[in-house]
T-cell receptor
Framework: DAKTTQPNSMESNEEEPVHLPCNHS???????IHWYRQLPSQGPEYVIH?????VNNRMASLAIAEDRKSSTLILHRATLRDAAVYYC????WGAGNMLTFGGGTRLMVKP | EAGVAQSPRYKIIEKRQSVAFWCNPI?????LYWYQQILGQGPKLLIQ????????DSQLPKDRFSAERLKGVDSTLKIQPAKLEDSAVYLC?????????FGPGTRLTVT
C-alpha cells in the first residue's frame, strides 16, 4: 500500500487558516486521497476526499498537487473545535473500501 | 440519522479474563469494520464484514480474538483471554461504498 507522511503536530491561532500537508510520493493512479479527523475521545470522522482536482465542502478544502505526490487540507478559519488529529489516507479504488491509518497530524488551536 | 452505536463505552478487566464488545451500525450499511486504536497511534483494522461474510481478517489475532456479524446487522468482537497489550480503544465503523462512519469506541483497560 502507498504510504503517507504527515507532520506529527501543528499549531494554529483561532480564526486563522490552517494548511495541513501530506506527502504521498508513491501514490498510484487509482488511489483516492481521503482525510479523516479524530476529535478527543471520539471516533474518526470523514472530512473530504479527492482524486485529481481540488475539492471543497462545508468542512474544508483539499488541494492536490498536479503530480499528485502531495496534498494539503485547508481549514479556512480554525476554531477551537477543530483541534483534533488529522489523518491523510490513500484509498485504492476497488480495494474493498479499506482505510489504513498512519499517525496523523495533531492540530492544536490557540485562542 | 442515528450513528454507529457501541457498548460498553468503558471496560476494565484483569488479564486472562474474557470481554465482548457490541456494535450496531447505521441502518442499511452493508459493510462493518472493527479497529483497534492503541494510545498515541492511528486505528488499525482488525476485521471487515460485508453483510455477514468476512472480507478481511488478516490482522485479527485469531488465537484470542473473534468476531461475528449475525444476520448482517449487529456485530460482536470478543477477546479471550485478554492480555495487557490488548488495552486500547476498539472502534466500530460502517459504510456504504464511500466514507466510513465511526462509533465512539469502547475503551478497554486490561490490568
Amino acid at each position: 500500500d502507498a504510504k503517507t507522511t504527515q507532520p506529527n503536530s501543528m499549531e494554529s491561532n483561532e480564526e486563522e487558516p490552517v494548511h495541513l500537508p501530506c506527502n504521498h510520493s508513491t501514490i498510484s493512479g487509482t488511489d483516492y486521497i481521503h482525510w479523516y479527523r479524530q476529535l478527543p475521545s471520539q471516533g474518526p470522522e470523514y472530512v473530504i476526499h479527492g482524486l485529481t482536482s481540488n475539492v471543497n465542502n462545508r468542512m474544508a478544502s483539499l488541494a492536490i498537487a498536479e503530480d499528485r505526490k502531495s496534498s494539503t487540507l485547508i481549514l479556512h478559519r480554525a476554531t477551537l473545535r477543530d483541534a483534533a488529529v488529522y489523518y491523510c489516507i490513500l484509498k485504492r479504488w476497488g480495494a474493498g473500501n479499506m482505510l489504513t491509518f498512519g499517525g496523523g497530524t495533531r492540530l492544536m488551536v490557540k485562542p | 440519522e442515528a450513528g454507529v452505536a457501541q457498548s460498553p463505552r468503558y471496560k476494565i478487566i484483569e488479564k486472562r479474563q474474557s470481554v465482548a464488545f457490541w456494535c450496531n451500525p447505521i441502518s442499511g450499511h452493508a459493510t462493518l469494520y472493527w479497529y483497534q486504536q492503541i494510545l498515541g497511534q492511528g486505528p488499525k483494522l482488525l476485521i471487515q464484514f460485508q453483510n455477514n461474510g468476512v472480507v478481511d481478517d488478516s490482522q485479527l489475532p485469531k488465537d484470542r480474538f473473534s468476531a461475528e456479524r449475525l444476520k448482517g446487522v449487529d456485530s460482536t468482537l470478543k477477546i479471550q483471554p485478554a492480555k495487557l497489550e490488548d488495552s486500547a480503544v476498539y472502534l466500530c465503523a460502517s459504510s456504504t461504498d464511500s466514507e466510513q462512519y465511526f462509533g465512539p469506541g469502547t475503551r478497554l483497560t486490561v490490568t
